[in-house]
Nanobody, 111 residues
Framework: QVQLVESGGGWVQAGGSLRLSCTSS????????MGWYRQPPGMQRELVAL???????TYADSLRGRFTISRDETKNTVHLQMISLKPEDAGVYYC?????WGQGTQVTVSS
């Protein structure tokens, strides 16, 4: 059974930065795509970014330039660096690895 463990969420002032991390275990299970979705309060879940094995990435157009996704394939770990955060970036951020999902980590951005 694959499990995803997320970390790095929390509270930040607008303009600040956060780095989310997510590790898929057991490490020996091959994972092709890892990434993040987010769900703002009262809204639908939306793609933030994903990264495929080999390093190709896809970003939500509105987040490109402020968010950067990276991956350590040897550790089945994905990171999401978020800068210049805005109040509208707040929500629950969910990590995924292929068909598996994390529990979500809360990001709060105060104005």
């Amino acid at each position: 059974q694959v499990q995803l463990v997320e970390s790095g969420g929390g509270w930040v002032q607008a303009g600040g930065s956060l780095r989310l991390s997510c590790t898929s275990s057991p490490v020996g299970v091959p994972i092709y795509t890892m990434g993040w979705y987010r769900q703002p309060p009262g809204m639908q879940r939306e793609l933030v970014a994903l990264i495929r094995a080999g390093g190709s990435t896809t970003y939500a157009d509105s987040l490109r330039g402020r968010f950067t996704i990276s991956r350590d394939e040897t550790k089945n770990t994905v990171h999401l660096q978020m800068i210049s955060l805005k109040p509208e970036d707040a929500g629950v951020y969910y990590c995924f690895a292929d068909q598996y999902w994390g529990q979500g980590t809360q990001v709060t951005v105060s104005s």
